[in-house]
C-alpha cells in the first residue's frame, strides 16, 4: 500500500504531466464556456452541509511560495475544493501578479481547476485608500470573473466617510456586473478594524453585495464576540478565514500585528482561539478558507505537508464544533 507522502508525490507528478501538455489543449476562448459550473454550492439556508464537511479552501497566504497553478494542485491534493487567487497586492497601476495581466496564465489556471475539481472562492485583494481609483479595478474584476472566483475580500483604509460610501458603492455596482460579491476583511491596524464597523458600513450602504468574511485572528485580535456574529443576518457571512495563533498577548506593535499576521499564524487548534466557539456561531456550511502563513516552518517543511497538516487540524476543530 502506497504512504500518503508516496500518493501525494504520485499526484504531483501527475500534475506536471497533465501541466505540461496543457499547450496542446483546446480550450474555448469564451470564459465562461471554461469556467466551473459544479453543483457545489453552499447556501446553508436552504442545504447546510454537516460541520465535519464544510468545503475548504487554500489561501494565497499559507502557501506564498507557490504559483497559481502548483496552488490548485495542492489544493486538490488535500481534499481542499476551492483555492483563493491573489491578483492584485496593491492599488491598480502597481501590484498586479502575473495571474492578472497575464491571459494565457488563466487560461491554464482555469483549465487546471477544472482538471483538479476545484474552484476559485475569492480573488484579492481591494483595498479602499483615500487614493483609490474605482475605475482602475475593472481588469481585476474581468479577471477575478472569468476565474469563476465568487468573492472579492476587500480592506478598507479610508477616513473620510463620504468618499468611502462613495467609492463603496460603484465598487459595489463594478462587482454585481460580474456576478461578484463584496466581502469586507476588516483587520485591526486598519480603519475598518472590527467586526461593528464592518456591520455599520453595511448598513450605510445596503447593497446586497456587501458581506463580511470573519478572520479568524483578527476578529480574535479586535476583540471580537460571537454574540456579535448571531445577532448579524446570516446573509451577510458567505465564508470565513481560519487559523489559530500562539499568545493572547496583543502585539506591542503595529509592525508586530502585521508581522504575526502575514508570517506566525498556527493551524486550527493548534493556539489559543476559541475556534469551537467562532464556528458555531457562523453560518453552517460556508467555507472556510484556510490563512495559515508560517514563514519559518516554510523553510524546513515544504508545502503538500504544511496544507495536509492544516487540513487535518481544521476538521478536527469541525467535529469539536459538530459535537454536542
Known amino acids: 500500500m502506497l504512504s500518503c507522502y508516496q500518493l ?5 507528478i501527475a500534475w506536471f ?6 499547450k496542446d489543449s483546446k480550450l474555448s476562448d469564451d470564459p465562461g464556456a471554461n469556467l466551473i459550473t459544479s453543483s457545489d454550492t453552499y447556501d446553508a439556508t436552504i442545504n447546510p452541509l454537516a460541520d465535519t464537511e464544510r468545503p475548504l479552501s487554500l489561501s494565497f497566504y499559507t502557501v506564498p511560495e507557490l504559483d497559481a497553478l502548483e496552488t490548485v494542485a495542492v489544493a486538490a491534493v488535500a481534499g ?25 496564465l488563466r487560461r ?14 475569492d480573488a484579492n485583494t481591494v483595498r479602499l485608500v483615500p487614493a483609490t481609483d474605482i475605475a482602475a479595478y475593472s481588469p481585476f474584476f474581468d479577471a477575478a470573473s472569468e476565474l469563476g472566483a465568487r468573492h472579492v475580500l476587500t480592506t478598507v483604509d479610508d477616513l473620510e466617510p ?10 459595489c455596482e463594478m462587482a454585481a456586473e460580474h456576478r461578484l460579491t463584496i466581502d469586507f476583511e476588516f483587520v485591526p491596524w486598519l ?19 456587501l458581506g463580511i468574511s470573519v478572520d479568524a485572528l483578527h476578529f480574535f485580535r479586535s476583540q471580537g464576540s460571537p454574540e456579535q456574529i448571531i445577532q448579524m443576518p446570516r446573509e451577510w457571512f458567505r465564508y470565513a478565514q481560519l487559523c489559530d495563533v500562539a499568545s493572547a498577548v496583543l502585539p506591542p506593535s503595529r509592525d508586530a500585528f502585521i508581522t504575526e499576521a502575514t508570517e506566525e ?8 482561539i476559541d475556534l469551537v466557539s467562532l464556528l458555531r456561531a457562523l453560518p453552517s456550511g460556508i467555507p472556510l478558507a484556510l490563512e495559515i502563513p508560517q514563514v519559518s516552518l516554510s523553510h524546513s517543511q515544504p508545502a503538500h505537508i504544511r496544507v495536509k497538516q492544516a487540513v487535518a487540524a481544521t476538521r478536527r476543530i469541525l ?6
Not at 194 to 209: G, S, V, Y
Open 265 to 272: 499564524r498556527l493551524p486550527p487548534g493548534e493556539g489559543v
Open 80 to 104: 481542499c475544493r476551492h483555492v483563493g487567487l491573489r491578483l492584485l497586492g496593491g492599488q491598480p497601476g502597481g501590484g498586479e501578479t502575473a495571474l492578472l495581466s497575464d491571459s494565457a
Open 17 to 22: 504531466i497533465y501541466r505540461g501538455r496543457l
Open 319 to 324: 467535529r469539536a464544533a459538530a459535537a454536542k
Open 162 to 171: 463620504d468618499r468611502l460610501i462613495d467609492n463603496l458603492m460603484r465598487l
Open 108 to 121: 491554464e489556471v482555469r483549465a487546471a481547476m477544472s482538471a483538479h475539481s476545484v474552484s476559485a472562492l
Open 191 to 209: 480603519h475598518l478594524s472590527n467586526i461593528e464597523a464592518a456591520a455599520q458600513l453595511i448598513r450605510q450602504c445596503k447593497h446586497p453585495a
Open 8 to 12: 501525494t508525490l504520485a499526484s504531483t
